[in-house]
Nanobody, 114 residues
Framework: QVRLVESGGGLVQPGGSLRLSCAASGSIKSINVMGWYRQAPGKQRELVAAITSGGRTDYADSVKGRFTISRDNAKNTAYLQMNSLEPEDTAVYYC????????WGQGTQVTVSS
């Protein structure tokens, strides 16, 4: 099974940017749809962006126009570029298959605060 490791999170001021990375231990070519999810304190985990193996993308309304998902199958890595960050984006971010998921990684914390 694919093992996923997220990185790139941190503390950023509102309006700032971060780029998250998702490294897979195995090939992500077998992952047709790769998703980035997030879970804020006290809330359920939600899907915020997804990308198909062919490069088609989709976004939650809350991040549309600010986040960009991409994947590099040769590097077995997926990315989430996050711009114009808002305090409401504060959460632990995870990558995983969509809709069925593998074991969850540890995620990467994103905190947007002044």
């Amino acid at each position: 099974q694919v093992r996923l490791v997220e990185s790139g999170g941190g503390l950023v001021q509102p309006g700032g940017s971060l780029r998250l990375s998702c490294a897979a231990s195995g090939s992500i070519k077998s992952i047709n749809v790769m998703g980035w999810y997030r879970q804020a304190p006290g809330k359920q985990r939600e899907l915020v962006a997804a990308i198909t193996s062919g490069g088609r993308t989709d976004y939650a309304d809350s991040v549309k126009g600010r986040f960009t998902i991409s994947r590099d199958n040769a590097k077995n890595t997926a990315y989430l570029q996050m711009n114009s960050l808002e305090p409401e984006d504060t959460a632990v971010y995870y990558c995983n298959n969509f809709p069925s998921v593998f074991n969850w990684g540890q995620g990467t914390q994103v905190t947007v605060s002044s």
